[in-house]
């Protein structure tokens, strides 16, 4: 019988199955299964090629070099931060956003950055001509020539331009219009992009040059072409906002050579982004004073503190079932905290609507944001403002305790860096803030329970 060599692949997850199926197994989405072409392995270039472009071999590691582990620097800190520290050579790095976020302009941004510091760089568009990037270029600034252009969709045709010319940093705009001729299936399929993301791999380890490789987003929220591509990249980095908001958050998801869960802020402005150095100040922009229902919590994004505003909004319910609606917070931690409050408080709640909303439009399920959100309800429900200098954070479990959350000597500084004069933490942690305290004159408020809380401010 001859050897199939056809295979079905899922658009939303990338399961691979041998026949058609209406419904992904995996994903449990519906009519996503989509025949591709398999690329016949090449045994002679298997054979004798590692990732390193070198003949495998096993070595120790007192012999391998330690020469190319320092990091270039985009220019960008807030990116800089997210990769942990900067660029390091040979490494294969995903950008993936929605599209309109701004994944082209930062990257073209890093280019321009770049450009100051190695020889050349190059970016390489799928989807624009070189005249939309110009008119980009030009409202981002000033460019030299070490930045070369190309628009190509052929990666055969660019794998031999970048053996060619050698840049030291390479932009792929994007991983779902390019194709490798030996793999037969459309671009922007799970087993092109795989094939191809696998080819720009062997590029970059083989000649030690950065790329960057763009990448969409389904409506699920994962790079399309989904995780195969997450776990053949070195660093994923993802681009996500609001659409309304001007701000733009990129949170390193995957990396290699630093730590994930880094955020890097920027603002998209007429002129590009810009990065936003001190968040919280952004965040707490526009804060209205003496409204109930609004208190200041502390998150941690990363090793960064950010200071958010809580709203929180309760009244009668008009219908049978009161709604319970979070944004940005987490829905069913919003339902246990209402619970706690009406158990272990008797605050009647049970027929009231219940609207809580991280202002700025970030989000976040950190359990230290509870504190926070109880005081919000607490505020709204009693309709009695909280004090604007008071900052609060802290988890709170079934049993009404207040419980300890991480880094809170971090927490603490950055509230009184912003001028805030109070805060209040659990009790347990209180020995780890005091020298801070002490230091910046903020007045901390240590509470056991959500009724300590409650007495404090009621
Ligand atoms: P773009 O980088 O093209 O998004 P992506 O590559 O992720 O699809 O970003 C386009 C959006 O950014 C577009 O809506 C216009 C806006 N923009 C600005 O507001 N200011 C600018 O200086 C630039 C270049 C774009
Ligand atoms: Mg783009």
Same mark, same amino acid.
């Given at each position: 019988?001859?050897?199939?060599?056809?295979?079905?692949?899922?658009?939303?997850?990338?399961?691979?199955?041998?026949?058609?199926?209406?419904?992904?197994?995996?994903?449990?989405?519906?009519?996503?299964?989509?025949?591709?072409?398999?690329?016949?392995?090449?045994?002679?270039?298997?054979?004798?090629?590692?990732?390193?472009?070198?003949?495998?071999?096993?070595?120790?590691?007192?012999?391998?070099?330690?020469?190319?582990?320092?990091?270039?620097?985009?220019?960008?800190?807030?990116?800089?931060?997210?990769?942990?520290?900067?660029?390091?050579?040979?490494?294969?790095?995903?950008?993936?956003?929605?599209?309109?976020?701004?994944?082209?302009?930062?990257?073209?941004?890093?280019?321009?950055?770049?450009?100051?510091?190695?020889?050349?760089?190059?970016?390489?568009?799928?989807?624009?001509?070189?005249?939309?990037?110009?008119?980009?270029?030009?409202?981002?600034?000033?460019?030299?020539?070490?930045?070369?252009?190309?628009?190509?969709?052929?990666?055969?045709?660019?794998?031999?331009?970048?053996?060619?010319?050698?840049?030291?940093?390479?932009?792929?705009?994007?991983?779902?219009?390019?194709?490798?001729?030996?793999?037969?299936?459309?671009?922007?399929?799970?087993?092109?992009?795989?094939?191809?993301?696998? /080819?720009?791999?062997?590029?970059?380890?083989?000649?030690?040059?950065?790329?960057?490789?763009?990448?969409?987003?389904?409506?699920?929220?994962?790079?399309?072409?989904?995780?195969?591509?997450?776990?053949?990249?070195?660093?994923?980095?993802?681009?996500?906002?609001?659409?309304?908001?001007?701000?733009?958050?990129?949170?390193?998801?995957?990396?290699?050579?630093?730590?994930?869960?880094?955020?890097?802020?920027?603002?998209?402005?007429?002129?590009?982004?810009?990065?936003?150095?001190?968040?919280?100040?952004?965040?707490?922009?526009?804060?209205?004073?003496?409204?109930?229902?609004?208190?200041?919590?502390?998150?941690?994004?990363?090793?960064?503190?950010?200071?958010?505003?809580?709203?929180? /909004?309760?009244?009668?319910?008009?219908?049978?079932?009161?709604?319970?609606?979070?944004?940005?917070?987490?829905?069913?931690?919003?339902?246990?905290?209402?619970?706690?409050?009406?158990?272990?408080?008797?605050?009647?709640?049970?027929?009231?609507?219940?609207?809580?909303?991280?202002?700025?439009?970030?989000?976040?399920?950190?359990?230290?944001?509870?504190?926070?959100?109880?005081?919000?309800?607490?505020?709204?429900?009693?309709?009695?403002?909280?004090?604007?200098?008071?900052?609060?954070?802290?988890?709170?479990?079934?049993?009404?305790?207040?419980?300890?959350?991480?880094?809170?000597?971090?927490?603490?500084?950055?509230?009184?860096?912003?001028?805030?004069?109070?805060?209040?933490?659990?009790?347990?942690?209180?020995?780890?803030?005091?020298?801070?305290?002490?230091?910046?004159?903020?007045?901390?408020?240590?509470?056991?329970?959500?009724?300590?809380?409650?007495?404090?401010?009621?």
């Amino acid at each position: 019988m001859p050897k199939k060599e056809t295979t079905f692949f899922c658009q939303n997850c990338g399961n691979e199955t041998g026949k058609w199926l209406g419904q992904c197994p995996v994903c449990k989405e519906w009519n996503s299964f989509v025949e591709e072409r398999v690329a016949k392995t090449n045994t002679a270039v298997r054979g004798n090629t590692s990732i390193g472009g070198n003949v495998a071999r096993p070595t120790p590691l007192s012999e391998i070099p330690r020469d190319n582990d320092e990091r270039l620097s985009t220019g960008i800190g807030e990116l800089d931060r997210v990769l942990g520290g900067g660029l390091v050579t040979g490494s294969l790095v995903l950008v993936g956003g929605d599209p309109g976020i701004g994944k082209s302009t930062l990257l073209l941004q890093v280019c321009q950055k770049l450009t100051n510091e190695v020889k050349s760089v190059l970016y390489i568009s799928g989807e624009e001509s070189l005249r939309q990037i110009k008119i980009r270029a030009d409202r981002i600034g000033q460019f030299t020539d070490s930045l070369q252009l190309l628009c190509e969709t052929n990666l055969n045709t660019i794998e031999d331009i970048i053996r060619k010319t050698v840049p030291a940093v390479v932009v792929i705009d994007s991983i779902q219009t390019m194709y490798c001729e030996e793999t037969q299936s459309a671009p922007g399929s799970v087993s092109q992009v795989r094939e191809s993301t696998t /080819l720009l791999l062997r590029i970059a380890k083989g000649l030690g040059i950065t790329i960057f490789i763009v990448g969409h987003v389904t409506k699920e929220g994962t790079v399309a072409g989904p995780r195969v591509l997450e776990h053949i990249v070195d660093t994923v980095l993802y681009f996500e906002g609001d659409r309304h908001a001007a701000y733009r958050i990129l949170r390193g998801v995957k990396n290699r050579f630093g730590s994930t869960n880094e955020i890097g802020v920027f603002e998209m402005q007429e002129m590009g982004l810009m990065e936003v150095p001190n968040p919280s100040e952004y965040m707490l922009s526009g804060k209205p004073s003496g409204a109930s229902g609004s208190v200041v919590a502390c998150l941690m994004e990363g090793s960064r503190p950010i200071l958010i505003e809580i709203q929180a /909004l309760l009244y009668q319910s008009s219908f049978g079932i009161p709604r319970r609606q979070a944004t940005g917070a987490d829905s069913n931690r919003l339902n246990l905290l209402i619970a706690v409050l009406e158990k272990r408080l008797g605050l009647q709640m049970g027929s009231c609507d219940a609207y809580v909303n991280l202002a700025g439009g970030l989000k976040n399920a950190e359990p230290a944001l509870d504190l926070g959100i109880v005081l919000a309800i607490v505020s709204s429900f009693k309709n009695c403002p909280i004090d604007d200098g008071l900052v609060a954070f802290g988890e709170v479990g079934l049993s009404g305790e207040v419980r300890s959350v991480s880094m809170s000597m971090m927490r603490v500084k950055e509230a009184a860096k912003l001028g805030f004069t109070a805060c209040m933490l659990p009790e347990v942690v209180l020995k780890y803030c005091e020298e801070e305290a002490h230091r910046t004159g903020i007045r901390l408020i240590g509470v056991k329970s959500v009724a300590d809380a409650i007495a404090v401010i009621v």
